[in-house]
């Protein structure tokens, strides 16, 4: 059974996720076929075989679609975060430079404790000096904390998927996947129903864009000789791609 918080939570949540989706829909809608074209590498998609003009306008979309999706779905993750920590822990959003959530829980370790959370989509998202700069987010707020009282600061890396795992790592900790999700909402159910309001929101409507998108772009192959007989012309790709 969800928590009562959680329909409260759902309300903002379908908000955000719908609010992604119009996002991608308007991508698409102002989508440029030369710019797309020139941006794709056509010695990647050559090795591919991708010969057949509607599959390789299908497969440079998808590929458009994947790049743009990943970047707009760090902020969506965050949000959609921030909504159900302050549904399910009374946290905030944080004005502190790197942190993105803080809540307070005075239940953990019997004393006063302040959390707070750097949101990451994947384990895999950055470098080690990006790594670092994490790092010092957490060490110089934690330590602007501690000067305002007696007070315990944890630091956590959040990370939205991947297999479930806590670890300490010294400095901070990282959670990841349903054990994030756990820690920030105190509901062991609510990975699965995020899904839920995601699964809610698939498509959309975006099957219907995507495919005038693809018939844009394989409108433009024919025109510019890029695409004869429905196969693509690799040697005037390339020489398009060149601007020759």
């Known amino acids: 059974m969800n928590p009562e918080w959680w329909r409260q939570a759902v309300i903002q949540?379908?908000?955000?996720?719908?609010?992604?989706?119009?996002?991608?829909?308007v991508k698409l809608k102002e989508l440029k076929p030369q710019e797309l074209i020139i941006r794709k590498n056509p010695y990647l998609?050559?090795?591919?075989?991708?010969?057949d003009t509607r599959r390789y306008a299908e497969s440079i979309l998808d590929a458009f679609?994947?790049?743009?999706?990943?970047?707009?779905?760090g902020t969506l993750a965050e949000d959609c975060a921030v909504i159900i920590c302050n549904h399910g822990k009374h946290g905030w959003k944080s004005g502190?430079?790197?942190?993105?959530?803080?809540?307070?829980?005075?239940?953990?370790l019997k004393s006063k404790t302040r959390t707070i959370v750097q949101v990451k989509s994947g384990k895999n998202w950055g470098n080690s000096s990006q790594r670092k700069k994490m790092e010092d987010y957490f060490k110089k707020y934690a330590k602007i904390l501690r000067q305002g009282g007696d007070i315990n600061v944890r630091c956590i890396e959040g990370v939205c998927y991947g297999p479930a795992s806590k670890n300490d790592r010294g400095n901070f900790h990282t959670?990841?996947?349903?054990e994030f999700?756990?820690?920030?909402?105190?509901?062991?159910?609510?990975?699965?129903?995020?899904?839920?309001?995601?699964?809610?929101?698939?498509?959309?409507?975006?099957?219907?864009?995507?495919?005038?998108?693809?018939?844009?772009?394989?409108?433009?192959?024919?025109?510019?000789?890029?695409?004869?007989?429905?196969?693509?012309?690799?040697?005037?790709?390339?020489?398009?791609?060149?601007?020759?």
Do not use: P
């Open 13 to 25: 949540l379908d908000e955000q996720v719908g609010g992604f989706t119009d996002k991608i829909r």
């Open 45 to 51: 998609f050559c090795l591919r075989a991708t010969n």
């Open 181 to 244: 999700w756990k820690e920030i909402s105190g509901w062991d159910g609510t990975y699965l129903a995020l899904l839920g309001v995601f699964r809610s929101h698939a498509q959309n409507g975006l099957s219907e864009v995507k495919a005038d998108a693809k018939e844009c772009i394989t409108n433009f192959l024919v025109k510019n000789a890029i695409s004869v007989n429905g196969q693509i012309n690799w040697d005037n790709l390339i020489l398009y791609v060149n601007g020759k």
């Open 96 to 108: 502190a430079e790197g942190i993105d959530i803080e809540y307070s829980d005075v239940e953990y």
């Open 65 to 73: 679609l994947s790049s743009s999706e990943e970047t707009m779905f």
């Open 175 to 178: 959670y990841i996947g349903s």
